[in-house]
């Protein structure tokens, strides 16, 4: 069994060798006893557990050690721990408010324990590591690598820079993706996500989500709840957005997205906020989904009367290039309209 060092004050082993706990080390707004009141900063060197106790202001930095450590924070507020390159490290944070993680280039473990009431923030290093949030209000920064970022409870805020794996399944969080290519499934609690310039994926299996398209490429799909799904903000960036079962609504984008609302009442929306793309509506259901058309300052019927029908599919032209094709619906009237 692993000893734990318990750090319960003073400044012990202030010079640390690696470049980043260097740096912070040799950091005197941080460092500063007269600033920290007298507590801990410690450099673990060697393997082990390293646990903070109600200490505020301390720091557990692991450097240059030849085995994986684990350094968990504890109940004092503004603790530090700081990871370095050793794969297989685990940062946990403790039950106090601000305290900061930051992982190295190795592939680690950063985290929440299960105990509520405690707020991190977390950043990630260059390594592949596994993130996980399991209570508190966090803050959590994905690094370089391909990470995987699990939501357990509290309220998060997330923001996936690389090829992520994100999987929120409770709480109230909010997600941004990156430049990578990032897979989000959220299977619980209400979430706002956003897709950023890659090719993102997007899902929802519970709760009533609010979920936007990036700039890049991607896939939404609602789920059991009624969810919000908005597509690509960017001209660069289509959409594909499924809303499946509950009562969603669609907005098209900026770019040319394609929307499928699913089982349920769905409405879908286009609007001069994201006007410009060419879209298409793949189950429009008469007599259940509704066509919203806003900003245009048309009625009903109106929008009705500018529907040409091509193939056996209706299309809406609209003054700013917006164009619907609502598929094998031939027979749309101002009742399938909103405005």
């Known amino acids: 069994m692993s000893t734990v060092t318990t750090v319960t004050g003073g400044i012990t082993n202030a010079t640390a060798p690696s470049t980043l706990a260097g740096a912070i080390l040799k950091n005197t707004s941080l460092v500063d006893s007269t600033k920290l009141n007298g507590n801990a900063i410690v450099n673990a060197t060697v393997g082990g557990v390293y646990a903070l106790s109600t200490v505020s202001g301390g720091a557990v930095i692991a450097s240059d050690n030849t085995a994986p450590v684990t350094l968990?924070?504890?109940?004092?507020?503004?603790?530090?721990?700081?990871?370095?390159?050793?794969?297989?490290?685990?940062?946990?944070?403790?039950?106090?408010?601000n305290q900061?993680?930051?992982?190295?280039?190795?592939?680690?473990?950063?985290?929440?324990?299960?105990?509520?009431?405690?707020?991190?923030?977390?950043?990630?290093?260059?390594?592949?590591?596994?993130?996980?949030?399991?209570?508190?209000?966090?803050?959590?920064?994905?690094?370089?690598?391909?990470?995987?970022?699990?939501?357990?409870?509290?309220?998060?805020?997330?923001?996936?820079?690389?090829?992520?794996?994100?999987?929120?399944?409770?709480?109230?969080?909010?997600?941004?993706?990156?430049?990578?290519?990032?897979?989000?499934?959220?299977?619980?609690g209400s979430n706002l996500v956003i897709g950023g310039a890659g090719n993102s994926t997007i899902a929802s299996a519970a709760g009533n989500n609010t979920l936007f398209g990036g700039s890049g490429n991607t896939t939404i799909a609602g789920g059991g709840g009624n969810d919000l799904l908005i597509g690509s903000t960017s001209k660069t960036g289509n959409a594909v957005l499924g809303g499946f079962a509950g009562n969603d609504?669609?907005?098209?984008?900026?770019?040319?997205?394609?929307?499928?609302?699913?089982?349920?009442?769905?409405?879908?929306?286009?609007?001069?906020?994201?006007?410009?793309?060419?879209?298409?509506?793949?189950?429009?259901?008469?007599?259940?989904?509704?066509i919203a058309v806003q900003g245009y300052g048309l009625s009903a019927a109106q929008v009705a009367a500018k529907v040409t029908v091509t193939g056996g599919s209706s299309i809406i032209s609209l003054s700013d290039g917006t164009q619907i094709t609502?598929?094998?619906?031939?027979?749309?009237?101002?009742?399938?309209f909103a405005v």
């Open 72 to 97: 968990i924070g504890g109940a004092g507020n503004n603790q530090l721990l700081v990871a370095n390159d050793k794969a297989g490290t685990i940062l946990q944070a403790g039950t106090g408010t």
């Open 100 to 188: 900061t993680i930051v992982g190295g280039a190795g592939g680690q473990l950063l985290g929440t324990s299960t105990v509520a009431g405690g707020s991190a923030t977390i950043l990630g290093g260059s390594g592949a590591d596994t993130v996980v949030a399991a209570a508190g209000n966090n803050v959590l920064t994905a690094g370089e690598g391909n990470n995987l970022i699990g939501l357990v409870g509290g309220n998060n805020q997330v923001f996936a820079a690389g090829n992520d794996t994100v999987i929120a399944g409770g709480g109230n969080a909010t997600i941004g993706a990156g430049t990578g290519n990032a897979v989000i499934n959220v299977v619980g």
């Open 249 to 290: 609504t669609l907005i098209g984008g900026v770019g040319n997205d394609t929307l499928f609302g699913g089982e349920g009442n769905d409405v879908f929306v286009f609007s001069t906020v994201f006007g410009g793309g060419k879209h298409v509506i793949g189950d429009f259901k008469a007599g259940t989904d509704l």
């Open 326 to 336: 609502v598929a094998g619906v031939s027979n749309l009237t101002a009742s399938n």
